[in-house]
Nanobody, 127 residues
């Protein structure tokens, strides 16, 4: 599965962006997928995940983005989105999408839970 993340850019605090993760070589709805981010000088961190359709498609988010970020999926476009609202300075990072070849029970927050990764898209929140 190849993933292509896009939609990053520069935005002011309080603004919004929508990131896209387009897949090829596989049907995205069959996989649990996740969003991660890595800020300069920091380790990669979990942002959120969406279960595969066969497991209900539920979403889970890190506390730091809960109620501000939303993951959705367009099966017709084989694309997953990360809608980011009320952006803060600390949301500045390179955002990566990833899919897990093996589904696990519970919230999959570790990078090692995921098999295929997109190249990342940079989000900069600045005034």
């Amino acid at each position: 599965v190849q993933l292509q993340a896009s939609g990053g850019g520069s935005v002011q605090p309080g603004g919004s962006l929508r990131l896209s993760c387009a897949a090829s070589g596989g049907t995205l709805s069959r996989y649990t997928m996740g969003w991660f981010r890595q800020a300069p000088g920091k380790e990669r961190e979990f942002v959120g995940m969406m279960r595969r359709s066969g497991s209900g498609g539920a979403t889970f988010y890190a506390d730091s983005v809960k109620d501000r970020f939303t993951i959705s999926r367009d099966n017709a476009k084989n694309t997953v989105y990360l809608q980011m609202n009320s952006l803060k300075f600390e949301d500045t990072a390179v955002y990566h999408c990833a899919v897990a070849e093996r589904h696990k029970v519970g919230v999959m927050t570790r990078s090692t839970d995921y098999t295929y990764w997109g190249q990342g898209t940079l989000v900069t929140v600045s005034s």
